[in-house]
Nanobody, 125 residues
């Protein structure tokens, strides 16, 4: 059973930076895609970024975070990261790590089979 555990959320001022981590365990991940989603109060889950676990490491980003956020993974540590720079108040949300047993960089929440519990990110203006 794949398990995902996020960490690194917190409170930061607008313009600041945070790095989220997601510890991944319980599976063979060579064909997996790992992703980050977020959910702001009263809104649906929103795709943020995705990366393939394989060494080719293809990535995909939502337009709203492109150029500010960077997704990466450390295969040796079985950890997924989301480096967030130039944060804005509209980035405030619970951020979730997700995984799917497919190497296509999907943006639909429904295509991800495994989810973490989420970590809160709050950006003050």
């Amino acid at each position: 059973q794949v398990q995902l555990v996020e960490s690194g959320g917190g409170l930061v001022q607008a313009g600041g930076s945070l790095t989220l981590s997601c510890a991944v365990s319980g599976g063979t991940f060579n064909v997996y895609t790992l992703g980050w989603f977020r959910q702001a109060p009263g809104k649906e889950h929103e795709f943020v970024a995705a990366i393939t676990w394989a060494w080719t490491g293809g990535t995909r980003y939502a337009d709203s975070v492109k150029g500010r956020f960077t997704i990466s993974r450390d295969n040796a540590k079985n950890t997924l990261y989301l480096q967030m720079n130039s944060l804005k108040p509209e980035d405030t949300a619970v951020y979730y790590c997700a995984a799917r047993r497919n190497s296509i960089l999907a943006v639909s929440r429904a295509l991800y089979e495994y989810w973490g519990q989420g970590t809160q990110v709050t950006v003050s203006s």
